[in-house]
């Protein structure tokens, strides 16, 4: 049924990727107070993340889980306490704000909030000819505003809208205005988080086809945060799933949908409600995340996990990412194919 | 409270209107709505945001903001009762015991400096006439009761210091406290995380089973109410535009906007990656509905009847209704 026949992630074998990060730990400081010496939170664990151009990856899991820092940390926006990230072929990781500033413009992000994220005093035009002007990415006022206009129209807005301010668009209007102050820059990898959570049911798809066009379009690589599983399985190539800031599962998305290994993402994907009315109520997990201030020992999921015989490592070292099949990683001593 | 009727809905909304004042004049936020809900029946309440479902919840329970919304019309009978003619005292003691609410947000619902098990004594003392230690007695039951682990503990804790679901079991406690015949959730598990959505909507299911109470459940996510309802009323601009029994309106919606709704959402198997059915446009703002239907500028099925004659409600099929001059006939249609 899929409608592109060549995939971003059958043509890797060669061709470098388009991102590659090694080993990815963001920490941060807490409770530094008035008499604390404080302690640190790690919002990300020893994540390793590739991407090809032109790939969706879905980055999944509840909220304080570290995928927003993941994200963040991706685009140097947060910065990394270890770890290495490689774009187009070059060590970033550590680049200070003035040879950064040309590789941003081919990094950009997508927020939730769209309300939050333009200036209220910013007409359209403005918004989204403002990375234009930080980027000198038009020689003169005419080109500039030919370029916007050019724009609104890539990402679906009339023309007649230019003028107007933030507050006078709807909510799906103002994420338009988002994507395009992304596009602008001419980017190749997007970071887009949470970006259809904010919105009305009925204008969701609406953007998301706009996503799907920009990706295939312009050969778009997507890190696609969602805590929504219905618009991950839709939109994304691969995703990966994260639990207390590590990565738990990852697999092609078809294959993480139809055999979850991990038992969180089991729980997950049973936990959705289902479209079909009086379909069974399943089994469902008990328990919540624990603080990533407090992290228990060994898996960072052995206090909620449904499986009934685990090794003694479960409650004594965290799992690494194991390969259980094609394409197909988890973090997981209870699983067969993990190595004893 | 021994005489409540015991025949007929609990609650019963007639041509029920709502007006915000706007900068522009009064703005009508819920146009002649009109529903019932049976006893221990749970009735969604689905739409978007700003179609009037929230402010439906807020004028049933006699809390629309005071000066800037008011009640414009109809009538809301509960438990044989006309609410709108009650004194604000009746009211007070109908509200959180007969009749209670469970908001989005738990956070904004709790009092920060007040410990989460007085919240609830404080709501069985003025309600039931408990004594300070039987309130807290059963406060910790009903702390159990939603599920709160370590119950003689947690009802000390304050709101911060328990985590959004706990909060919201805390809200839920408060809310069926006193039993009430009537339970009104708004979005009670919008700011949750999917596993504990997963609890909530659990806990609800059960408390149900146990009470027999009614919910009217107002939500925007289709799943939610596929999981939880018997009957969905479907608003869109102010107007409920279908009800239905749930499966009907999951198998065979007849309003072109449910229509659209469901086909909007991703479903495993519709193919995946391919592009998702769109509802053109953007939902009308309050200070300008159209005059005929509301839906016709967005909706593929216009003809020129549409734009100025507004539809009715009209019966289709068993408690089966839709506001369009054009209702969908099949899937296919």
């Not at chain 1, 379009?217 to 805590?227: E, G, P, T, Y």
């Not at chain 2, 945001?49 to 006699?62: E, R």
């Not at chain 2, 939610?224 to 009323?233: E, G, H, K």
């Not at chain 2, 659209?260 to 509905?289: C, H, K, Q, Y």
Request: proline share 8%; glycine share 8%; with cysteine.
């Amino acid at each position: 049924m899929s409608t592109k026949p060549q995939n971003a992630k059958t043509q890797n074998a060669e061709t470098p990727p388009l991102l590659k990060a090694e080993s990815i730990t963001v920490e941060y400081p807490v409770g530094a107070g008035l008499f604390g010496h404080g302690g640190s939170l790690r919002a990300v664990v020893d994540v390793d993340l590739t991407l090809a151009a032109g790939e969706c990856h879905g980055l999944v899991g509840e909220s304080g889980c570290g995928k927003s820092s993941l994200g963040r940390a991706l685009l140097r926006l947060t910065d990394v306490t270890a770890g290495r990230i490689e774009f187009e072929g070059r060590d970033i990781t550590h680049l200070s704000t003035r040879p950064l500033r040309p590789i941003r413009r081919r990094m950009q992000m997508i927020f939730q909030d769209p309300q939050a994220s333009l200036n209220p005093r910013f007409t359209v035009a403005q918004a989204v000819a403002e990375p234009l002007i930080i980027h000198r990415l038009a020689p003169n006022r005419a080109a500039r505003s030919r370029r916007v206009l050019e724009l609104l129209k890539d990402v679906g807005l009339d023309e007649d809208l230019a003028g107007r301010f933030p507050h006078e668009l709807s909510g799906g209007q103002r994420q338009r205005v988002g994507v395009a102050r992304a596009l602008a820059v001419d980017p190749s990898f997007i970071v887009a988080d949470e970006p259809v959570s904010a919105l009305d049911v009925s204008v969701q798809a609406q953007l998301l086809n706009l996503l799907e066009d920009l990706r295939s379009n312009r050969n778009l690589a997507f890190l696609f945060i969602s805590h929504d599983l219905r618009v991950v399985r839709h939109l994304c190539d691969r995703v990966s799933v994260m639990y207390l800031g590590r990565i738990v599962e990852r697999a092609d998305t078809a294959t993480l949908f139809e055999a979850p290994q991990h038992p969180y993402t089991q729980a997950l994907l049973r936990a959705l409600p289902s479209l079909e009315p009086g379909a069974p109520a399943t089994d469902r997990l008990t328990g919540e995340v624990p603080s990533p201030l407090d992290p228990p020992r060994g898996c960072p999921f052995h206090p909620r996990c449904p499986v009934t015989e685990r090794p003694e490592t479960c409650f004594d070292t965290p799992p690494g990412l194991t390969t259980c099949g094609k394409n197909h990683q988890v973090a997981c001593y209870a699983h067969p194919q993990y190595p004893s | 409270m021994g005489d409540h009727e015991t025949s007929g809905p609990l609650l019963e909304v007639e041509d029920l209107s709502c007006e915000f004042l706007t900068e522009a004049g009064p703005a009508r936020a819920v146009d002649e709505v009109s529903f019932t809900v049976a006893r221990g029946e749970t009735v969604g309440l689905v739409g978007e945001s700003g179609c009037g479902k929230s402010a439906t919840a807020l004028a049933l329970m006699g809390l629309l903001p005071h000066r800037a919304g008011r009640v414009a019309g109809g009538a809301i009978r509960f438990d044989g009762e006309e609410m709108l003619r009650l004194s604000e005292k009746r009211r007070r003691d109908l509200r959180g015991n007969r009749l209670a609410m469970v908001f989005q947000e738990p956070m904004t619902a709790l009092n920060p400096v007040m410990v989460a098990g007085e919240q609830v004594a404080e709501v069985l003392r003025r309600h039931r006439d408990m004594s300070r230690k039987a309130a807290w007695e059963k406060t910790v039951s009903l702390f159990e009761d939603v599920g709160i682990p370590a119950p003689a503990q947690r009802v000390r804790d304050y709101p911060h210091q328990l985590s959004g679901g706990m909060r919201q079991r805390v809200v839920i406690a408060m809310a069926i406290a006193c039993e009430p015949a009537l339970l009104i959730a708004d979005e009670p598990t919008t700011a949750l995380d999917v596993t504990i959505q997963a609890q909530i909507l659990e806990l609800l299911r059960s408390l149900q089973l146990r009470t027999g109470l009614s919910i009217l459940l107002i939500t925007h996510d289709l799943g939610v109410v596929a999981q939880l309802c018997d009957r969905v009323l479907v608003m869109y601009a102010g107007q409920i535009v279908e009800t239905a029994p749930v499966g009907a309106l999951f198998e065979a919606p007849r309003h072109p906007y449910t229509v659209g709704l469901l086909r909007s959402m991703p479903r495993p198997g519709s193919g995946d990656r391919t592009r998702l059915p769109e509802i053109p446009g953007n939902v009308p703002p309050i200070t300008a509905r159209p005059t005929g239907c509301h839906f016709a500028d967005r909706c593929d099925r216009t003809k020129a009847r549409c734009q100025d004659h507004p539809p009715l409600l009209d019966a289709l099929g068993p408690d089966h209704h839709a506001r369009c001059h054009f209702p969908v006939t099949s899937p296919q249609d």
